[in-house]
């Protein structure tokens, strides 16, 4: 009898995978280390997470980390797809789990309790390019298994929500929106030193060719001939693609060198933090004009930094910017251009955008993420 009433009053046992923080660098990190600090932080969590592997071991392992040869990739995705098929199911059953949360999109193929995946966008499908193929196809087989039985899928916008619900093909799988958590507040007015003594357009973000930055490389050279203000740079933070099939840096120089911008166009590669942050301080406009995006979390790191920001015309950007941001009618140059000339005419449309941006970010908060998050977990839990 003692035993029977101390399980019915324990609280829900939540498995969290972060086995791919071993080698995830963008999206997929950010949200899960924003996951793992809004549990850290919580002073009375409705659940009892199981953080797995543990954070501080992912942290100070650099064996899966930065440029690896051909030999490490493949031991990690044979150690990852074994953790998904095998390691991750006997996990459940030890912790005696009531849900399994996966926030780098692939589920367990069988779980003890519910399984959720966080998908958040639907790239493997509409960007089939950006994949090997046959690694593709073994991937999406297996995340088709894994929705089939006792699972549901979290996303990160609306927009996303459509698109995955168009592809996955999978009749009743329920699919929820929770916003991220971005942890992100308001910067202090401190300024470190300018890395450029003229005013700038900022990016930051890998050269992968979904990014668009050649069309922002040319909407520069129009904005420069409308205007005849040589003084304002253009500053694309950021490394090459992580894969040749999607890397776009040999096009984006291409394309600097054929429009002769050598001189106003600053790469300054990869950065550390705090000169990144030097760069985001005293940036003039930020722009983001990525065509494919499942939610777009350097929109809310500008906000941050009260820097106006322009985004592409697509419909996970414009969910997450709301009435804060500018955006084309359409994504060519010249229309980016006619948006970038918007604000460095206009000082009310600037200043207007950035105390826009600072309401729109407080939506974006840790505690709201994990509030909205464990209202699904309890809703399918038990």
């Known amino acids: 009898m003692k035993r029977s009433l101390k399980s019915k009053n324990r609280k829900k046992r939540i498995l969290v995978d972060i086995y791919y923080l071993h080698v995830a660098q963008t999206g997929i990190r950010t949200y899960t280390e924003a996951l793992i600090e809004s549990v850290q932080s919580a002073v009375d969590p409705q659940f009892e997470y199981i953080i797995s592997p543990s954070y501080a071991s992912i942290k100070s392992s650099t064996f899966f980390k930065g440029k690896t040869p051909k030999w490490k990739n493949l031991l990690y995705q044979l150690l990852y797809f074994l953790r998904k098929a095998v390691v991750l199911p006997i996990l459940t059953h030890w912790h005696r789990c009531d849900l399994v949360f996966s926030p780098d999109i692939l589920s367990p193929l069988w779980a003890r309790g519910v399984k959720i995946s966080v998908i958040h966008?639907?790239?493997?499908?509409?960007?089939?390019?950006?994949?090997?193929?046959?690694?593709?196809?073994?991937?999406?087989?297996?995340?088709?298994?894994?929705?089939?039985?006792?699972?549901?899928?979290?996303?990160?916008?609306?927009?996303?929500?459509?698109?995955?619900?168009?592809?996955?093909?999978?009749?009743?799988?329920?699919?929820?929106v929770v916003y991220p958590a971005t942890n992100l507040v308001a910067k202090s007015t401190f300024k470190s030193e300018r890395p450029l003594q003229s005013p700038y357009f900022l990016h930051v973000g890998v050269m992968e060719k979904r990014k668009n930055l050649v069309t922002?490389?040319?909407?520069?050279?129009?904005?420069?001939?409308?205007?005849?203000?040589?003084?304002?740079?253009?500053?694309?933070?950021?490394?090459?693609?992580?894969?040749?099939?999607?890397?776009?840096?040999?096009?984006?120089?291409?394309?600097?060198?054929?429009?002769?911008?050598?001189?106003?166009?600053?790469?300054?590669?990869?950065?550390?933090?705090?000169?990144?942050?030097?760069?985001?301080?005293?940036?003039?406009?930020?722009?983001?004009?990525?065509?494919?995006?499942?939610?777009?979390?350097?929109?809310?790191?500008?906000?941050?930094?009260?820097?106006?920001?322009?985004?592409?015309?697509?419909?996970?950007?414009?969910?997450?910017?709301?009435?804060?941001?500018?955006?084309?009618?359409?994504?060519?140059?010249?229309?980016?251009?006619?948006?970038?000339?918007?604000?460095?005419?206009?000082?009310?449309?600037?200043?207007?955008?950035?105390?826009?941006?600072?309401?729109?970010?407080?939506?974006?908060?840790?505690?709201?993420?994990?509030?909205?998050?464990?209202?699904?977990?309890?809703?399918e839990t038990w």
């Open 121 to 176: 966008d639907a790239a493997f499908w509409e960007n089939p390019d950006h994949y090997n193929p046959r690694w593709r196809r073994y991937f999406l087989s297996l995340l088709d298994l894994s929705l089939r039985r006792n699972a549901q899928v979290v996303t990160i916008t609306e927009y996303s929500k459509k698109q995955l619900q168009k592809h996955l093909n999978i009749p009743r799988l329920p699919v929820h």
């Open 216 to 379: 922002l490389v040319r909407a520069y050279e129009h904005f420069l001939k409308e205007t005849g203000k040589t003084d304002v740079k253009l500053v694309l933070v950021g490394q090459r693609g992580p894969r040749k099939e999607l890397d776009d840096y040999d096009n984006v120089i291409h394309e600097i060198d054929r429009l002769r911008l050598r001189d106003q166009v600053i790469l300054p590669g990869f950065v550390s933090r705090e000169v990144l942050e030097s760069y985001y301080q005293h940036a003039f406009v930020y722009i983001f004009p990525s065509l494919n995006e499942g939610f777009g979390m350097p929109i809310l790191e500008a906000f941050s930094y009260k820097i106006p920001v322009i985004i592409s015309n697509q419909g996970a950007l414009r969910e997450v910017g709301g009435e804060a941001v500018l955006y084309p009618k359409d994504n060519s140059a010249k229309a980016f251009a006619k948006e970038m000339e918007k604000l460095v005419k206009g000082k009310e449309v600037r200043n207007s955008l950035v105390e826009r941006g600072e309401k729109r970010l407080k939506s974006f908060s840790g505690t709201q993420f994990l509030d909205k998050l464990e209202k699904v977990f309890s809703a």
